[in-house]
């Protein structure tokens, strides 16, 4: 690697790591029972940064018998942390928010190493992560229960909300904080504790946040951080899925493993929240403003280099302005700048390993040899490193190629004509996923038709970026089960207990 992008810019990027390493967040033991551990068997793995493949740490590669441990712990504290007092626990949320903001440099430059993400992005998603333990510290004290108007004279029925237990959380790479905030904030405030198993690539950030859930006084027990190689993450998440003392899982991360773990809790008929992999479509009709659109597909396709699961996958634009859209696209991509993230004025990390650097690689070789047209890109950015790829820009692309069904998780822009609203409606929601879909028009009567018929559980109209910590983000089809933000993300960890006091 070194000899790709030349022993002295290795050095200066490298320069980096070192810093990141010194940094008082980064955390090379996992975090159960609000101490600091090894992994019993003693074995670590490497945490490496994607811009470059220097080392910015080891951290415990647990197994099954230390997850065992860490569920133990998350159920011994459940039984005092679901009796708190909401007002309680929003304090103990609150406190958490307040020290993830004024760490939000740190965690951000962490995240930068660890992912490859650039710095402003980093920054975003560190706000947006934030979020998500604000949010649920004020939702905490509004989780309400019902009194039901009784049918019988002698009988008083009630119905409360409880917190379902111990949560286990298997969480991604593309947003290593706040997929985890976003789940973790609202388990907390529904009164369960938490098992996280972040994903191989990404540890520090999840060891840099619960060293601040330590410092905002959250109970022992209660926020525990697993961290666990891709070797043994099959067998942890088995157990996470199996233990009778796990009431429910919430995962994030590909359709596939979704399915499994689906199977898996089956066992014990666990709580099941799954945010999966999508296929969005992007719709520009004729009357959208065409800037807009554009600025919209950068956001939405670039962002992450493309590694989102709700980045546009596909861009259908009508015909008659198909020619003028790829052309203001073309000259906005070549805006982007590719480069370590770390570095000033990037815009496009690395992807963020070499199993997702050469599966983009595959799609558009395929969607190449089977008569894509390339206007911009379309091969590894190898000058940069191994894992970069160019931005790219292809027509052409027809349903024989792989990209046209797959999720590509990359920065590649595919635009595809329509003629029809009916017709693209058809295109759009054939496919079994359904999580994000966009689209651009100033037709008013369109716009709501096109929204209500798209078959994604969320909807940007005229916007590229939709989530937030207030609005429930989650996919309907095989992209998922289950929201996550705004008030419903509680539901997931409580339930309704039905009280019925008799002979009064
Ligand atoms: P992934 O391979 O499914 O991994 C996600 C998490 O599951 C990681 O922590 C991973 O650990 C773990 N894992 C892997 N195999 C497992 C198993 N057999 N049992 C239990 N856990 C297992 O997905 P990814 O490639 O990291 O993420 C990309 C996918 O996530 C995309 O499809 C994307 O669309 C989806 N995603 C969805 C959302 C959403 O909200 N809907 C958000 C972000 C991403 P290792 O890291 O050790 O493999």
Redesign the pocket.
């Known amino acids: 690697m070194i000899n790709i992008i030349g022993k002295r810019s290795f050095l200066l990027v490298s320069r980096y790591s070192q810093h990141v390493r010194k940094m008082s967040l980064v955390k090379n033991l996992a975090f159960v029972n609000n101490k600091w551990v090894a992994a019993t068997s003693g074995k670590t793995f490497e945490v490496t940064n994607p811009a470059n493949g220097s080392v910015l740490g080891q951290v415990p590669d647990m197994d099954t018998q230390d997850t065992e441990e860490a569920i133990q712990v998350a159920y011994d504290a459940f039984q005092s942390w679901e009796f708190t007092t909401a007002k309680e626990r929003a304090l103990h949320l609150r406190n958490w928010f307040n020290l993830l903001e004024e760490n939000k440099e740190e965690i951000a430059k962490i995240m930068t190493a660890e992912s490859g993400k650039p710095l402003a992005e980093a920054a975003g998603e560190v706000a947006y992560g934030n979020g998500f333990i604000e949010w649920y510290s004020e939702e905490a004290r509004r989780i309400h229960g019902e009194v039901i108007s009784s049918p019988i004279h002698s009988k008083e029925m009630m119905l409360i909300r409880k917190p379902i237990g111990v949560a286990a959380l298997?969480?991604?790479?593309?947003?290593p904080i706040a997929?985890i905030t976003r789940k973790a904030g609202a388990a907390l405030a529904a009164g369960c504790t938490c098992v996280v198993?972040?994903?191989?690539?990404t540890p520090l950030t999840a060891l840099a946040i619960a060293a601040l859930a330590e410092k905002a006084g959250i109970p022992k027990g209660v926020f525990n951080v697993v961290t666990?190689?891709?070797r043994n993450?099959?067998d942890?998440?088995?157990l996470?899925c199996q233990s009778p003392l796990v009431a429910g899982l919430s995962?994030?991360?590909?359709?596939?493993?979704?399915k499994?773990?689906y199977e898996q809790c089956a066992s014990t008929v666990k709580r099941l929240s799954l945010?999966?992999?999508?296929n969005a479509p992007f719709i520009v009709f004729e009357s959208a403003d065409l800037d807009a659109a554009v600025k919209g597909t950068m956001a939405c396709k670039f962002r992450n280099c493309g590694?989102?699961?709700?980045s546009a996958n596909r861009l259908f634009i009508q015909e008659s302005i198909f020619d003028q859209f790829v052309s203001k696209l073309e000259e906005t991509m070549r805006g982007l700048k590719v480069g370590d993230g770390a570095q000033p004025g990037v815009t496009q990390g690395p992807l963020i390993n070499d199993a997702?650097a050469s599966k983009v690689n595959d799609l558009v070789q395929d969607a190449i040899k089977k008569g894509a047209k390339v206007h911009l890109g379309g091969k590894p950015a190898l000058d940069k490193g191994p894992r970069f790829f160019e931005p790219t820009l292809l027509t052409d692309v027809d349903h024989s190629m792989r990209m046209y069904h797959e999720?590509i998780?990359g920065p590649v822009a595919v635009c595809i004509p329509f003629k029809t609203e009916e017709e693209v409606l058809a295109i759009a929601n054939g496919t079994r996923s359904g999580?994000a879909g966009y689209f651009f028009s100033n037709d008013l009567p369109q716009v709501w038709r096109v929204a209500k018929r798209l078959e994604t559980g969320m909807v940007g109209i005229n916007e590229g970026i939709i989530s937030t910590p207030e609005a429930a983000?989650?996919?309907i089809k095989e992209?998922?089960i289950g929201r996550?933000g705004s008030h419903y993300g509680i539901e997931e960890y409580s339930y309704i207990k039905y009280l019925c006091f008799g002979n009064l």
């Open positions: 298997i969480t991604p790479w593309n947003f997929m198993k972040p994903a191989e690539d666990c190689s891709r993450a099959a942890v998440g088995k996470l995962f994030t991360g590909s359709t596939n493993i979704g499994l773990l945010e999966l992999g999508g590694q989102t699961c709700v997702q999720e998780f999580l983000f989650g996919g992209s998922g996550e």
